[in-house]
Structure formats: C-alpha cells, structure tokens
C-alpha cells in the first residue's frame, strides 16, 4: 500500500493544524483516553511526524492548553483608566463568553488537573496570575495583606467550581453568573476586612 501523500506546508502552519486537532481531541476526551496515534489520524498526518513537531503527547497538550491560556489572558487583561468594579465586571463578561465558546476544553481541562499535574500547573499558573492582577489592583501601593490574598485565591478557586457547574446545567444566564460572582467577589472582600480589620484598599 502506498504512503500517504502529505501536503506540504510551512513549519507554524504545521504546528497550528497539530495543535487544533490536539485541542479538539482533548474537548472530547479524557487525557489518557486519547494516544498519539489518535492525535496523527485526527490532523491526517503520520505518526513520525506528530512526533517531529511534539515529542510527547504532553509536551502537545501543554502547548494546546497554553494556546487557549494566553488567548484567554489577553482577553482579561483589565483596561488601566477603569474603576476596580468596572474592571472586574468586564473581565468577568470576556472571560465567560470565552468560557461559552471553550466550554469542553475548559471543563476537561479542570477535570484532568485532578490526575494529570501539567494540567494542574498550568491552572495554578493561571490563577496565580489573575490573583496578582486582583491584588495589584486593590492595593496597587503596598503588598497585598496575607488575609486578602488568602480571601482572594479562595474566591478563584469558588469561580472555577461554579463556572463547571454553569456548563453542566445552564441553569442561569451568562449575565446572572457574572453578577453572582460579583457578589461573592465583594463578600470575599468583606471576609478579608473582618479577618484583617486594618485592610485598606483602593476606592470602589
């Protein structure tokens, strides 16, 4: 039987194709359901050259879900003239439309962090970054106060598990989601002012 003929095609282009066919794989199935092989099928190219491009059906997810990451930041990255509530609530606005449109990749991606510690620490890597753009926000003079940083990353971890939620039911609107999480946001902010009664942060 003859080989199959490959289109050639150039080296980013290659990898971009390699990558939606990874990623959408990946918003299908569990991690370890999905082989390389799968992956090669998938994008109509041979193994060997999966593997030229990605050394390991790690390495390819790492890149897949790092994709859709920086995606993501440069969609919450907040406008620098707004006030902290308007800020937040147009972040939270992109972010889950972006979340409407990758729904499965998100949800697998949040569900695999329980086995698989690349994606663990990509999520952690995440959060962190948005903790500290909160927190910079809020107290852009001074380090954050140990009781807001603890409040906060606590409220973070509260989004993912309501947004996974939201996917699975759709029991409320996008709008209502948002201004639910808003007001946790705000009682989180109240929790860390009881626990630190000190706390000073940026007007409102």
Do not use: C
């Not at 359901?33 to 390495?59: C, N, W």
């Not at 972006?98 to 499965?104: K, L, P, V």
């Not at 903790?131 to 954050?144: C, E, F, R």
């Not at 971890?157 to 939620?165: H, P, Q, R």
């Amino acid at each position: 039987m003859a080989a199959p003929a490959y289109t050639r095609l150039p080296v980013d282009e290659r990898r971009r194709r390699l990558l939606e066919a990874g990623s959408a794989l990946f918003a299908e199935h569990a991690f370890e359901e999905i082989s390389m092989r799968d992956i090669a099928q998938a994008a109509g190219v041979s193994k060997p050259l999966l593997y030229h491009y990605f050394k390991s059906k790690t390495e390819l997810f790492r890149a897949a879900v790092a994709q859709h990451a920086e995606q993501l930041e440069t969609l919450l990255t907040a406008r620098p003239d707004g006030q902290p509530i308007e800020q937040l609530t147009e972040t939270l606005d992109a972010y889950l439309a972006w979340i409407d449109e990758n729904a499965r990749m998100w949800s697998k991606l949040l569900q695999s962090a329980s086995t698989l510690p690349e994606a663990q620490a990509i999520i952690d890597a995440f959060r962190d970054r948005t903790l500290q753009q909160i927190l910079t926000g809020l107290t852009p003079s001074s380090p954050p106060p140990p009781a807001l940083r603890t409040s906060l990353r606590g409220w973070l971890g509260y989004v993912d598990a309501a947004i996974l939620d939201w996917i699975d039911h759709r029991g409320l609107t996008q709008t209502q989601l948002r201004d639910m999480l808003i007001t946790t946001f705000a009682a989180s902010l109240t929790a860390a002012a009881q626990a630190d009664p000190t706390l000073q942060l940026a007007a409102p």
